[in-house]
């Protein structure tokens, strides 16, 4: 008999309990009841609400979002919204409605306000009052409410996001998530001033700043609003890659390892999602996946981590938690001496070729290319050429058929640290 | 009423046999293209169209930059996109013909960009180099010879093309199946190919009646020979010239040139005696046409039948009976054919031999699809060895300055992409002969 019960995926965020770590990020996803409802019905585990403002509330424009693809497929997307364009009370007595109807479920009210202490204080505790079991401090928007002197124009200055997380501890006694914008040159400097602050976790990342188009024809950046555009936050799959390292460099950094982490960015599925919390994330939010799938998409999020963790021998999520942070060190720390080649199987190649020219025209030309005599295409890797980059793994298209194979070259393990070629050595 | 409907369904069955892909469609496919290094169905294709390129310029939303890409290579790229057998040409060689995958469309997504430049660009792609003063005759203006026209005359020559028919197109025009040149095809893309400049096309000359060899080496500098194959073999069967049997490329002929499909006569009965591209294109055009029973016989296997096994599963699919390892025997006929008998074949050491088993075929209709031959009558002398014109590397014939191509030569298979091919091999070595860069 299997005594092992399923693995649960129940956590606890900065000491909100959730009953899986998915939760819907501060967006268009989380905009009102009809919509927060409709995705804890489908499962969600929480919600950030969608980012509250002083009254009056923001206009918004018409023509909003951006599309980065490639062969067809969305990379990522861009947007120009500003916050909840509602007016705050409809927003709060819809979140208390929604809290009372779905007391198993977090929901947690994003806000923003000017860099002015009454203004974050007065907000906050409205927000608090709904019953939600956090609030979220928006400090990332990197397009419009900038303009204003708010989102990423706080979210920028260190010394900024610390205030802002000191006046809202000050006032409210539920879990607050500072949220950090990576238009920044060091996600340290940001994560170090919210922790003085005094948050209870960080939230990262929120959107890139950019432009994902140029509509050739308008000769305007998209989406354009009539016959011009401006610059807008990126997200979606594209931004994952970005959001693990600051996550990673959050985690693996000595004063800031044990901060609470709700993790954002190009999250879509259970792999996503493991890849971020075995960096150290203890939550996770979601927005785009969402946004172009639908909410349904959280089924495979829990099957497919759940399965995952059964078959690791994985109880609770803390049981493979930071697990990668350990062996994610600085580049001096790597092995010098660690070599591995390319292999490719020549039963499963098609001959497509695409791993030859990749290396030939701008690796090592470490891949032959001949053509027996019944005009079979033979690529090779001459080993003493290959130095291990992966090219050729990445370019093929048949899952498998290029292996990157360790070698034993016999020699210790030595990083830069220790290598006599290094100046500080000598 | 219901005969008018009736006429619909007939040409209905005349549409395309292949739908053209929507802009999306061709996006998506263009994207599973692996973009392959030094691709084999480059070198599988007989004009060496650059398609790994092409795909890529439609998938990078460059559609009239992939109809140059082919266009430079083949001036049909129109044409060989909707007739080419791609399955045993760059569809077979695409490495995604695996057990895994299915190989990329080129055929379609060609069309798809050929298409989209002559339907919306104003001017033709290419021009013509400074007038090298030279003339050069073409005589037929099939694929072969419109290709050599066309090269020729962007090289600088000015070029007359003389062609025994109406029309210019050769087989593009009448003979290939009437669902794969839809829309007048044929006369678009003559038009398009015509609008380069400095090639004028007479029609109604015949070389070997109303025009002659000596009177054409007289006026030009140099000839093109592209007549195609315009004769066909007989069965040598009494009754062959009864009401009734028919050359198959007769009937295509007609079918082709009929507007409305519904006045093309057929019989109920049909026997279609032969196993090639012309065999398959005139049993299921048959059937198309209404016949009720399309029969196919062939002297041996189905291994051995030239047509492709795509063109094989296509005759099955429209309902044309396949009987194999039979040879037509005697034809059946009063005044008009009833009837042919056929004697069973198998081989005996490797040979074709008779057996003893004969069976009859109801008949009102027999079409002859047992190969086309050289006109010989025509060629005013010019050397042939076994049926073909006998030409060396350079296309030339055993007359100086006289060049041939297309199916009247022995090179490669007898497919329009290779007659274009020949074509605009062709002219690159009469521009040589004439003195230029080749
Ligand atoms: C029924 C049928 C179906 C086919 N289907 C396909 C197919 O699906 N795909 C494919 O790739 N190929 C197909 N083919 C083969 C293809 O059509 C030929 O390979 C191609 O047309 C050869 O081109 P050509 O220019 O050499 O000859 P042709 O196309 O035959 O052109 C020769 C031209 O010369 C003219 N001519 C002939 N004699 C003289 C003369 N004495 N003086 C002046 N002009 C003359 C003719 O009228 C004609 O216009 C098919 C052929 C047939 C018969
Ligand atoms: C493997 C690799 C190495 C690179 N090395 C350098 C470098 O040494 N110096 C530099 O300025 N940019 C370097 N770049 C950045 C590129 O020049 C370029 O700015 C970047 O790849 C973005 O362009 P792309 O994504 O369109 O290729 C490198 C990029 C790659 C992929
Ligand atoms: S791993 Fe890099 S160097 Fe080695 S064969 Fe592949 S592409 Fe070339």
New interface residues.
């Given amino acids: 008999m299997d005594i092992r019960s399923k693995p649960s995926l129940k956590c606890n965020v900065a000491g909100i309990e959730s009953i899986n770590p998915f939760w819907l990020a501060s967006a268009p996803p989380t905009d009102k009841y009809i919509n927060v409802v409709r995705a804890f019905e489908a499962g969600w585990g929480g919600v950030v609400w969608k980012t509250l403002g002083e009254d009056p509330a923001v206009v918004n424009v018409s023509s909003r979002y951006g599309v980065h693809k490639n062969?067809?497929n969305i990379v990522g997307i861009n947007n120009i919204e500003l916050i909840s364009d509602r007016p705050l009370q409809t927003n709060l007595d819809e979140i208390i409605r929604v809290r009372k109807e779905w007391p198993d479920r977090v929901i947690i009210g994003s806000m923003m306000a000017v860099i002015e202490e009454r203004a974050w204080k007065e907000l906050a505790v409205k927000i608090a009052e709904t019953g939600v079991q956090g609030i979220e401090l928006n400090l990332g928007c990197p397009h419009g409410m900038c303009e204003r002197g708010m989102g990423s124009a706080i979210g920028q200055v260190p010394e900024m996001v610390e205030k802002v997380t000191r006046w809202v501890k000050e006032v409210v006694d539920i879990p607050v998530f500072t949220k950090l914008t990576p238009n920044i040159t060091n996600i340290l400097w940001s994560a170090e001033a919210a922790q003085k602050g005094g948050c209870d976790a960080v939230a990262l990342i929120n959107t890139v700043n950019s432009i994902t188009s140029v509509d050739l024809d308008l000769m305007a950046p998209t989406p354009t609003v009539g016959d011009q555009g401006t610059h807008g936050g990126y997200c979606g799959a594209a931004v994952k890659p970005i959001a693990l390292n600051m996550v990673a460099e959050i985690t693996r950094n000595h004063d800031t390892k044990d901060l609470n982490i709700s993790a954002i960015g190009g999250i879509e599925t259970w792999k996503d999602a493991a890849e971020f919390i075995a960096l150290g994330a203890v939550g996770l939010q979601v927005c785009t996946a969402a946004m172009l799938y639908g909410f349904r998409i959280v089924d495979d999020m829990i099957a497919g981590l759940t399965g995952w963790m059964e078959e690791k021998g994985y109880q609770t999520i803390e049981d493979f938690r930071g697990k990668a942070v350990g062996n994610t060190v600085d580049w001096n720390n790597l092995d010098m001496n660690f070599d591995t080649k390319a292999l490719i199987d020549q039963d499963s190649c098609?001959?497509?070729?695409?791993c030859?020219?990749a290396c030939e025209d701008t690796s090592h030309q470490a891949i032959t290319?001949d053509v027996a005599d019944n005009g079979k295409?033979i690529f090779t890797v001459i080993d003493d050429e290959c130095v291990g980059c992966n090219l050729c793994q990445i370019v093929c298209?048949v899952p498998e058929c290029i292996d990157m194979v360790p070698v034993d070259n016999g020699l210790e393990y030595m990083n830069w640290t220790n290598n006599p070629l290094n100046p500080m050595n000598n | 009423m219901a005969q008018d409907s009736c006429n619909n369904t007939i040409n209905n069955n005349f549409d395309d046999l292949h739908k053209p892909l929507n802009l999306q469609q061709a996006?998506?496919e263009s994207?599973r293209c692996?973009?392959?290094?030094?691709?084999?169905c480059i070198q599988a294709c007989p004009t060496s169209i650059d398609i790994p390129t092409f795909i890529h310029q439609i998938?990078s939303e460059n559609t009239i930059g992939a109809a140059n890409t082919i266009l430079t290579q083949n001036i049909m790229g129109g044409t060989c996109a909707r007739v080419c057998p791609t399955e045993v040409l760059c569809e077979e060689a695409c490495?995604?013909n695996?057990s895994i995958d299915q190989p990329i469309e080129i055929g379609l997504l060609q069309r798809h960009a050929v298409d989209h430049l002559m339907k919306n660009s104003k001017q033709h792609p290419f021009e013509r180099a400074k007038n090298t003063g030279k003339s050069v005759a073409v005589v037929g203006a099939g694929p072969a010879g419109l290709a050599c026209a066309h090269r020729a005359s962007m090289l600088g020559h000015d070029v007359t093309v003389y062609e025994a028919k109406e029309k210019s197109g050769g087989l593009n025009e009448y003979g290939l199946a009437a669902y794969k040149m839809v829309d007048d095809f044929a006369q678009n893309e003559t038009d398009f190919i015509m609008d380069l400049g400095g090639i004028k096309v007479i029609h109604n000359q015949r070389l070997g009646d109303n025009l002659n060899l000596e009177n054409l080496q007289n006026n030009y500098d140099a000839i093109f020979i592209g007549v195609g194959l315009s004769s066909t073999w007989s069965l040598d069967l009494d009754n062959e010239d009864t009401e009734g049997v028919l050359d198959a490329v007769d009937f295509i002929e007609s079918i082709r040139q009929t507007k409305d499909k519904s006045q093309v006569e057929v019989g109920n009965d049909v026997i279609v005696i032969g196993a090639g591209n012309t065999a398959i294109d005139a049993a299921v055009q048959a059937k198309r046409l209404g016949a009720e029973n399309v029969t196919l016989v062939y002297r041996r296997g189905e291994e051995q039948m030239s047509a492709t096994s795509w063109e094989v599963n296509l005759a099955r699919t429209n309902g044309v009976s396949i009987k194999l390892w039979s040879a037509p025997k005697c034809i059946i006929a009063d005044e008009h054919v009833a009837q042919m008998e056929f004697v069973k074949t198998k081989t005996k050491e490797g040979k074709l031999v008779e057996t003893n088993f004969t069976y009859t075929l109801e008949a009102d209709m027999v079409l002859k699809a047992i190969g086309q031959k050289l006109e010989l009558d025509d060629l005013n002398g010019i050397d042939v060895e076994r049926g073909k014109i006998v030409v060396d590397e350079n296309y030339q014939s055993s007359i100086e300055g006289v060049f041939a191509g297309g199916d009247a030569i022995d090179c490669g298979e007898d497919l329009t992409v290779q007659a274009v091919e020949d074509g605009k091999q062709a002219a690159h070595a009469i521009n040589s002969f004439l003195g230029g860069d080749s």
Avoid: N, Q
């Fill in positions: 062969r067809g098609i001959e497509c070729g695409r030859h020219i290319f295409r298209p | 996006i998506a994207g692996l973009y392959c290094y030094d691709a084999p998938r490495v995604l695996t």
